[in-house]
């Protein structure tokens, strides 16, 4: 059996971990994409898919969405929003209008910066409102 680099076997790895995801509108989360990648690399353990996973978003291929507890992926890293249904807890993309940039009135405390924000919409889904 030929030895591979670490080098080589890192950048097969983030290729696959790309490829499942860069088309993905489901805003899977670390364990979803692992389970999808294990298919094709059944030796690859969680803990590369979520260093790869990072190193994504490092590089702005992906943008994480913390929703509750568990952080989400999403390989639309342009901007825009996002419609959650409180019942089976689908991520939708949805693409606002952003005539102004929103911007706190008011921060709690002198000293305080924003680098982010994130804009959700909550309800039910086409499916769940059946």
């Known amino acids: 059996m030929a030895h ?3 080098q080589a076997r890192n950048t097969k790895q983030l290729e696959v971990i790309w490829a499942a995801l860069r088309h993905d509108k489901s805003h899977p989360t670390a364990d979803q994409v692992y389970q999808k990648v294990r298919r094709k690399l059944p030796n690859i353990s969680l803990g590369t898919v979520y260093r790869n996973l990072q190193k994504l978003v490092a590089e702005n291929r992906l943008q994480v969405l913390i ?3 568990s ?3 999403d390989p639309l890293v ?5 419609f959650i249904c409180e019942r089976c807890e689908q991520v939708y993309d949805v693409l606002v209008d952003h ?7 008011k921060l709690p405390h002198e000293g ?3 680098t982010s924000h994130q804009l959700a ?6 499916e769940c409102s059946r």
Do not use: N
């Open 4 to 6: 591979v680099s670490k």
């Open 67 to 69: 929703l509750g507890r």
């Open 71 to 73: 952080q989400h992926f």
């Open 78 to 82: 342009e901007r825009h929003q996002h």
């Open 99 to 105: 005539q102004k940039e929103i911007k706190p009135a």
């Open 112 to 114: 305080f910066k924003v």
């Open 121 to 126: 919409f909550y309800g039910t889904c086409k």
